[in-house]
């Protein structure tokens, strides 16, 4: 039998992670077609409400159910509004592994929302789903994602060299790929023991690679 993780709400002192629903159609299309979203995921550009669409009624759905991993929306608790999301895939039950990305609102970064939400997402998952390791991938050159990393307790373990396909613009305005490396993460139930409740950062995006 397939393992899966339950439809589940995880709270904070200022957000809500919940499942994707038909209200975030609209912010999410307006999140993923921010600049730096697009050059440091593999989200389709540009994003169409369609593809949203998509995400929360096919997409997240089939992931969950299939045991492949969770997507999360990060609301603010106060204004119910999408701040950003939280996905867990390539989730490995036997080892009780998973890997985390998040994306953080361009109007929302700068609150320590990326942090807060990831540390919130690993406490869950270590204290009421008992797994063992959590993994991230950050670009080499995303600084704001590697600060979350940091600051949610995570060990660099290495270097995944020419592993992860970037964008940027070109004169004309369209996206190019642009290849560089990888700095793996990881993060053990150990590891939390020293992070305190409260963080601040610039904001964040992993690597969304197979999110389609």
Known sequence: MTST???????????????????????????????????????????????????ITDYAPTERAEGRGLDLAVTEFLTQRLVGVIQLGKTNWRVRSTELSYIIAPWARGEGYASEAALATARWLFGDQKFERLELRT?????????????????????????????????????????????????????????????????????YNDWN
């Open 5 to 55: 993780f339950p439809d589940i709400s995880i709270s904070t002192e200022r957000l809500v992670l919940r499942a994707l629903d038909e209200d975030d159609v609209a912010p999410l299309a307006e999140m993923m077609n921010d600049e730096m979203v697009a050059a440091w995921t593999s989200i389709p550009q540009p994003f169409s409400e369609d593809g949203a669409r998509h995400w």
């Open 139 to 207: 670009a080499a050159d995303n600084t704001a994602s590697q600060q979350v990393a940091q600051k949610i307790g995570c060990i660099s373990e290495g270097v995944l060299r020419n592993a992860c396909i970037a964008r940027t613009r070109t004169e004309d305005g369209t996206w190019v790929d642009l290849r560089t490396d990888f700095i793996v993460w990881s993060l053990l139930p150990e590891d939390l023991e020293d992070v305190g409740e409260h963080h601040a950062d610039a904001g964040g995006y992993t690597s």
